[in-house]
């Protein structure tokens, strides 16, 4: 009977308005912790620069994320054994876990625990010829990173694969990404698609494109350090105003 269902569409209709309505009065929970700076010329799904509470992001070049259908670990260069990794054959390596301090030239840092393998593991397999002493790490989102073999191979300098107990989230470096606690963030690569052992020394995308050095090591005591040999950068609400950067006040305030 056409009554009996408008009563009961009716009925239905009320109780979703006030289910709605009660709904308007509960505090939005999460505002606190998803209103962080985004630059909106981006989709929001993109990877970039977002200062969430607990552990910043920071990707220069937005980027939607790693397709891993596309994805391979390429390690190439001066090696006996050029090599494409999938995914699953670095979990072949011998894990280490650690507890360590990402820390940034913007003066922000965090800390969280990572698991990855040592360098020494992917140097076994590839085998690097005498004359390599650098390796280019380049990655899915056209940054690159720039190191000696030897500062790879120190203590607590890992390739991560998870972090807090889960696989890399695709903020965070996924699928791969380089923890070398004694360098500043910026040394700290992620999206990593490609390692090549060179005998000469390559540069750095912030060495390149702002006033930071190759060597990246931190500085104790420095906030915020200019190790570019020009005039010192104004420092804009506690991060460094990049010269390059044009935009400085439509950045939205977290
Ligand atoms: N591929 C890639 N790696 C990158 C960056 C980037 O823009 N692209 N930013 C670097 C900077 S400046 C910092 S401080 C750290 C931040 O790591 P997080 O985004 O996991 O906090 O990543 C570093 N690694
Ligand atoms: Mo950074």
């Known amino acids: ?22 709904a308007a009065l509960w505090p939005k929970r999460s505002e606190g912790t998803v209103q962080f700076q985004n630059d909106e010329r981006f989709p929001s799904h993109y990877i970039q620069n977002r200062d969430v509470p607990g552990f910043f992001i920071r990707s220069a070049n937005p980027f939607p994320g790693v397709n891993m259908n596309e994805w391979a670990l390429s390690v190439s260069g001066l090696v006996e054994n050029p090599t494409a990794f999938q995914y699953e054959d670095l979990f072949g390596f011998k894990m280490i876990r650690q507890t360590s301090r990402l820390k940034c030239v913007e003066c922000w840092s965090a800390k969280a625990e990572w698991e990855g393998f040592h360098m020494s593991e992917l140097i ?56 070398a606690p004694y360098k500043y963030g910026y040394k700290n690569i992620k999206y990593i698609t490609g390692i090549e052992f060179t005998d000469d020394r390559k540069r750095n995308y912030w060495a390149d494109f702002g006033p930071y050095s190759v ?7 420095i906030d915020h350090p200019l190790d570019f040999n020009k005039k010192p950068l104004p420092i804009n609400g ?16 977290g």
């Open 1 to 22: 009977m056409p009554g009996m269902n408008f009563k009961l569409d009716r009925r239905v209709f009320l109780k979703a308005f006030s289910l709605s309505a009660l």
């Open 124 to 179: 076994e397999k590839v085998k690097p010829k005498p004359e390599a002493k650098y390796v280019a790490f380049s990655s899915a989102d056209s940054y690159y990173e720039s190191y000696t073999i030897d500062e790879l191979l120190r203590d607590r300098v890992l390739l991560v694969l998870r972090m807090n107990g889960s696989a890399l989230s695709p903020n965070h470096g996924f699928p791969l990404r380089l923890i």
């Open 215 to 221: 060597d990246g090591t931190i500085q104790p005591g």
């Open 238 to 253: 506690g991060e460094v105003f990049h010269f390059f950067d044009k935009r400085p006040d439509t950045r939205r305030k």
